[in-house]
């Protein structure tokens, strides 16, 4: 029997149901008073598999770290106090950016607010999927298939390491791939991934060249239409593409011929952290391979909503275009909203010039390194606290049921707007929410020209430099994005509580290095000492890293991309010492 309230997992975009059962709706000392987790069978998505981050979900609800109390300049205060400080600057300058925790109607009354105060500077920050989200918007692509149809496939290709980042969907793909004895499974990632070993084919090109190779495939499969990316695809040469990627020729027009022979195939794309190269080229290519091939796309961004908050953003500037706008003022304020800012960004720009602004606001579940340096900081609910609608993966809205109150003085984020607004921010009904989040292609003229201002931007980067290594973040099941929230968990404490370089036992022993040394690894930005672990799947030159570490995405450049404005994120070429102690 299903007992408990239905909820969504708060974590990552498949967004699986659970059922939660006790907690804040009980009497304080009753039975029922202790809040527990129960699987959920009867939910299409999940059909109750939950990954390890999913049954965290009541430890992350109950943790005695959460913040509880408003806070101004390290003093505890009410919210009646927060707010008063936050009116009385309203307008004067300050910036708004998003994190991926909020509910559609959350993001849309983030903008209503900024609207209404007279500024235009709102912002979504995705360092992990930035890029894609701002291709998808060009090409109006909304929605992939849903679970049923992923089961149903003949031919799946997972591009990046899609069973580590988002574990409950391998159930569905492994369906699709065992189905019958004919259903492939193709991985296109440069590691020999644990996702890589259920492949019937690999291609495993040089890292951060997924994008590439996908261009490739789809030059393959391109007759003539659509026409008007005649002009892209003349420059799409497969000779170039065989060098960037070390691929074969023949070996991507194989690749592209069991494409465009499948019955019902899916091109599946997950990135962490530019894991493979420039996600803006890997989400244009990967959708279009998908359309030439009669398929579908499916792109699963890190977090939950992500995409959502971008959509009813719209065309405005982009997260990182707007740091570096408030870096170069070196005044004014920012309100950061739920999100740990300072553990999401690349490079070593330590605090990003935020301590010198007039004024740093920032709302969080847990207190965190960007609350350490705000001058305000408003605790909040977290997913199964606030009720609203979240945008799923096949392109509907998916409602979010409040299952319990925020813990102490914590509150949603729409909340905090309101009050901010004085109540007279419209909520957005079902409607307006439909209508902002559908999805409408830019002019076809325009797509081709960004598309190939995007191409031209990432082919004349090369690939190639003196450090011998590549540094390829990779994800550990256990964490998520950031590790901001993931951090705080028991299991992922226990499995994977600093991060860990790991090596090709031939490589280690050139380097003279056994698992569980140090090494210090240094790339063009910076350099960290880590752990080392032995893996024997890796290939000499790969180093791999999981991203989910402040100390890590030091070590990646920030770069931000001309075309998309966002994050440009890739493997890293690194060299590697044995640490003397340091
Ligand atoms: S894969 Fe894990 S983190 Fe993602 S929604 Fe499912 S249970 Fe949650």
Redesign the pocket.
Known sequence: MENGRKA?????????G?RVEGGGFAPLFGEDSLLHLDYDSTQE??QG???????S?IEFLEHPQRLLAPSFRGKEIGWEEAHRVMKSKLGKGISVLLGPNLTLEEAWLAKELVNSSGLNRIAHLAPDDGEAFQVLRWLGKVGGPGMEEIERSDLILLVGDTFME????SRRVLRAKYAERKNRLLVLDSVKTKTAWFADLHLQPRPGTEGFVLAGLAKVLYKSKPSYLAPLFKKVNLERIAEITGLEKGKIEGASSQLASARQGVVILSNLWGRVGPVGLAAFFGSLLASLSNGKFLHLPVY?NGFGISLILGKRTTGPLLLEMIQKEGAGGLFVVGLDLLSSLPGQRKDIGLKKLDHLWATAIFPNRTTEISELVLPAASGLEKGGNLLYLNGDLREMNTVLPPPGGAEAEGEIFQKMAKDRLASPDEAKLREAVRGEPYPEKEIAQRAQALWEEEIGKGTEDRLPFYLIPSAH?AH?GNGAITGRLGWAKKVCAEPHIELSPVMASKLKLEAGDRAVVSSQVGKETFAVLLNERLKEDQVTVPAHFPQVRRLFPWEVGKTLGEFSLRPQRVKIAKSKGE
Do not use: T
């Open positions: 969504i997992c708060p974590f990552c975009c498949l967004q699986d659970l998505v999940n598999s939950l990954c390890s981050r999913g049954n979900v988002h574990p409950v969907i939950q099941p998520l």
